[in-house]
Structure formats: structure tokens, C-alpha cells
């Protein structure tokens, strides 16, 4: 333990010990539902993603029905991922390593299991408003207008406890984690609240309208899931690892350099755009800047890229750091005004948008649930063979999913570069990538039925076990 003060953040270099406590239990019920909703959402989204893009090579595919036109799928999907998937297992994650690591029982419960109810209602709503036509074509932002309210009392029900446990904490002394987790859920309903005011209630006009999407969906993922994935990487690697994190009195400058920089990088989608040229300069340095974020996380977490060979929650958490330092990568290199006018607008804007939500954040997110579950369930994963096969079959789907979608995006970028080719042409040249793709996204379907399953029997042998020697000492009917 050192004694370093930074923005009266104490640092400490390492973490503490996992023993199953009282803060790991007091919340099981709130915790348990977001865990369920969010696998559940995670199914949902696979779907929509697996059916949109079985319609980028077979457009006849559900044509006749009108709530999944390609549009309306795509739509849907993104929701279904973003507010039900990540936005369910954003909240359980962080609210249980900010108990875990403060020391003290979550405090709120009811107030987070109505907040859960509300949320998964609202974005309930708004895929179903989706799917009737009823999308704001703002990305990261599709739902209506009128789900948004909802959504953000429902945010604020639950975040309630994060902040109390932040400030009842036992000691004075933080760590790495509970900055990036608190960030995450302290930092969302303001990007939320902004975006709401400047693009619905009272829109903006033009091309600032952009501008601010644009802002709002870097937003989204600098500023409320990345934190949270990473305070994962940062709270495990050590304990799965035995390997303290090394520099860790760089990682405050890792901290404040995602959170100040991060949202500035969305620019970079206007590039070539009517929007003035300063604001996709803006985003490309702050791209650079950012640079120096992945390389403290590189050298923070080294275990984190190099963990293949251990424990199985360690290989996620090396899969998903890998993925996440290369897609930073490889924005700055699609960032190059050359590039982006050969890559922006094709499917390897979308590979991009796959290996950093289906390979960093996921990854981070199921070694997030693979330690915690047994902990707040209070029982022992049935079947360790069903966590290895889920995490090759997320690999292969993942690289398959990534590869396929890149491979079409590339072969459409220098189809469309060629004047004398049609449509019909550059359609043809992204048909192989796009079935490399579509394999990819029915494997992660199944990856994702296995670790729903799992989850589901976790909760169910837990509760028979529980109820188990009650009902046997029960007094027998008259």
C-alpha cells in the first residue's frame, strides 16, 4: 500500500483478497435480476444482429414483414445491445465491485430492483416502438421520445446505490476500479440528460445536430461502458493473475485521460462530412492523445495480454483487453483522412464497432460475471466445461463475426473507389465476407444461449440448495 494522493484519489497497488462478505450477498436479488436481464438482452440482440445480417446478402430475408425491414433490425439491435445488453450488466457489474471494494453491504436494494424494472420496461418499450416505426434515427439513441423520461429515472433508481456505496465506503483508501466503475455510472446520466435536451426536447439545428450525436455515441461508450469494462480488467487480472499491476501510479493518468478525451474522439465519423473540418481535426488529435491511455493499460495490466494460458476468466480478460487495445489501434489508423475515405462508410466501420462492444466490452463483461456469480449467488458454477465452450465458441464467433464483416468492408471500400463499377457490382465484391460474417453471428447466438443456461441453472440449483434443508426439516402434513 502506498501513500500517493492524486485528485483525493490514494492509489494502491493491489486488490484486495475475494472472500465471499456481506457486501457480496446483500444485494443478491437486485444483482441476480440485472445478471438475467441482461443475458436475456444479450439473446435478443444476437438475434436482430444475426437476422440484419443474414439481409445485407439475402435482402428478401423477413421483406414481408415491416417491423424487420433491415432499417428497423438495425435499429433494434442497437438498442437491444446497447440499453438492454451492456446497459443490464454495466449497473450489476459496478454497483458489486463498488460494495466489494468499499467494504460495505449495498445499500438501496428496493430502490435498485425498481430501477431495474423500470429500465428493462423502458427499453422493452422502446424496441417494440422500433420495431413499429417509430425510431429517432439518432444512433445510440433510437428509442422515442417519450421511453427516454423512463429510462432516465429509472438510470438515476439505480445509480442511487453506486453513489451510496461510494460514499459510505469503510476506508479512504480507493483503488483503480472504483474510479473507472464510478465513473461509469456517475458520468451516464449526464451524457444521457445532455443528449436528450440538445437532440429531443429541444433539438438543435443542423449540422451541430451531428455534431452532438456524434459527441453522445462516443460518449456512450468512452465515457459509461469502457469505464466499467475496465474497472473489471483492473479489479481481476491481479487476483486471477497473482501479478500486482506494474506502474500502477500511472493508472490515474490512464483514469483522466479516458474521461477528459474520450467523448472528443466521435468527430472522427464526420470526416469528409459538411461539417466544419475543425471538428474532425479535433477528434483525430484526441485520438492520438488517447494513445497514451491504451499504452498505460498495456503496461499496467501486461498479465491482461499475455493471460492465455491461465485460469479460464483470465483468457476472457486477456481476449478482451487484446480486443480493446487494438481497436484503439485501429482507430487512429481508420482515422487517417486516406483511409477513412476509402473504409468509413462500409462494413469495416462495422467490424470495428464489433471487435471493440463484441470483443472488449463482452469479454471484460463475462469474466466480470464469471467471479461474481458464484459470489453473490452463493454457489459454485455447475459446470466449468460449459464456461470453457462458451468461451471458444465466443472466440470463433467474434473472429469470425470481425474478419467476415472487414473482409467486405475492404473488398466494398475499393469497389466503390472504382467509378466504372455499379451497385451491383460492389454488393457482389462484400458477399463472402458478409456469410463469413453471418456463420460468425450464429455462433455467437449459441455462445450466447450456453451462458444464459448456465446462469439460469446457477440461480436454480442455488435455490434449491437454500430450500433444500428447510423443506426437509419441515413437519411432514397431517
Known sequence: VTGVQTCALPILST??????????????GPLGLLLVSAFAWLIVSTILSLVGTIQLHTPDFLAS???????????MQESAYIYGWAGNIVFAVALWLLSVLGGAPLRGPGLLSAGTLFWNLGVTAGVVAIGAGEATSIPYLQMPGYVQPLLFVAAGAITTPAVLAWTGRNSDSTYASQWYA????????WVFSAAQVMLLATPVHGLTQSIVAAWFGQGV???????VALASAYYLLPKL?????????????????????????GG???????????VSSVAVVALYLLLFHYVIVALNLPAGLTGWKGPITLRFVAFGLTAYVLSGLGDVVTANHGVAAL?????????????????????????????MGPRVVGSAWPSPGLIRTHFLAAVAGTL????????????????QAETAVNFTAVAAAAKPGLLIATAGDAVLLLAALLVFTHLVRLQCESCLAACGPRSASAPSAP
Request: positive net charge.
Open 15 to 28: 486488490q484486495p483478497k475475494a472472500i465471499i462478505s456481506e457486501s457480496d450477498t446483500t444485494a443478491r
Open 241 to 265: 493473475s497473482g501479478r500486482p499491476a506494474f506502474h500502477y501510479e500511472f493508472a490515474k493518468h490512464g483514469f483522466w485521460t479516458l474521461v477528459v478525451l474520450g467523448a472528443w474522439t
Open 182 to 189: 464510478l465513473a461509469g455510472v456517475f458520468l451516464f446520466p
Open 221 to 227: 461508450i468512452s465515457l459509461w461502458l469502457l469505464p
Open 400 to 415: 469470425l463475426s470481425v474478419l467476415g464483416l472487414a473482409i467486405a468492408g475492404w473488398s466494398q471500400g475499393r469497389a
Open 268 to 278: 472522427r465519423h464526420l470526416i469528409g462530412s459538411p461539417a466544419p473540418a475543425w
Open 343 to 371: 473504409l468509413q462508410h462500409t462494413y469495416f466501420s462495422v467490424a470495428q464497432g464489433k471487435l471493440l462492444f463484441g470483443g472488449a466490452f463482452s469479454f471484460l463483461m463475462f469474466a466480470a460475471v464469471y467471479e
Open 65 to 75: 414483414c415491416v417491423a424487420f425491414t433491415h432499417g428497423r433490425v438495425e435499429a
